[in-house]
T-cell receptor
Framework: GQQVMQIPQYQHVQEGEDFTTYCNSS?????IQWYKQRPGGHPVFLIQ?????EVKKQKRLTFQFGEAKKNSSLHITATQTTDVGTYFC?????FGAGTILRVKS | GAGVSQSPSNKVTEKGKDVELRCDPI?????LYWYRQSLGQGLEFLIY????????KSGLPSDRFSAERTGGSVSTLTIQRTQQEDSAVYLC????????????????FGNGTRLTVT
């Protein structure tokens, strides 16, 4: 079935550094969704990208959908301790394995 | 209610017993999903209900797992003859999308049921 591969599995950054997680598929995606799960919490929807080459911003977060609609990225500028958690990409019913972000203050 | 409600929040059961997990979706949401998340792992899709259509059961790991959705609202996930490898957090989600592609709408998750099989 359809799979979305997510890298890296884990990233530990110094507060103020940037962070990026990538989501890749071998097939064209109809859309890509991004979710954030805080430690001990449940996944919370962040955004959905639909169009080829689409870029959306939410404050310090920038989401991109590749031109071929086979990859997507989430970039956080100047991380804060509140950014800690696991970031998942998802397409249809399938979630990526997630990237765990830890922030050292 | 304002969000997806799941009960119980925690369940400890002995190996071999049956368990029922309940999900109450957001009012008006036509689609309902069950996922499983093992400790430190990603989300494993189990089953998807959309309106009156036949559910997508393709993610159920064995015939010990079943789910139903009554009246297009509340759903129950049943695990028969529980095994230790069933221990996980079971997450329910709902979405407002219409049609068979409801999963293209944002999923709203409940807080999950943490199942521990001893």
């Amino acid at each position: 079935g359809q799979q979305v591969m997510q890298i890296p599995q884990y990233q530990h950054v110094q507060e103020g550094e940037d962070f990026t997680t990538y989501c890749n598929s071998s097939t064209t995606l109809s859309n890509i969704q991004w979710y954030k799960q805080r430690p001990g919490g449940h996944p919370v929807f962040l955004i959905q990208l639909v169009k080829s080459g689409e870029v959306k911003k939410q404050k310090r977060l920038t989401f991109q959908f590749g031109e071929a609609k086979k990859n997507s990225s989430l970039h956080i500028t100047a991380t804060q301790t509140t950014d800690v958690g696991t970031y998942f990409c998802a397409n249809k019913l399938v979630f990526g394995a997630g990237t765990i972000l830890r922030v050292k203050s | 209610g304002a969000g997806v409600s799941q009960s119980p929040s925690n369940k400890v059961t002995e190996k071999g017993k049956d368990v029922e997990l309940r999900c109450d979706p957001i009012s008006g949401h036509t689609a309902l999903y069950w996922y499983r998340q093992s400790l430190g792992q990603g989300l494993e899709f189990l089953i998807y209900f959309q309106g009156n259509s036949a559910p997508d059961k393709s993610g159920l790991p064995s015939d010990r797992f079943s789910a139903e959705r009554t009246g297009g609202s509340v759903s129950t996930l049943t695990i028969q003859r529980t095994q230790q490898e069933d221990s996980a957090v079971y997450l329910c989600a709902s979405s407002a999308g219409l049609g068979i592609y409801s999963y293209n709408s944002p999923l709203h998750f409940g807080n999950g049921t943490r199942l521990t099989v001893t």
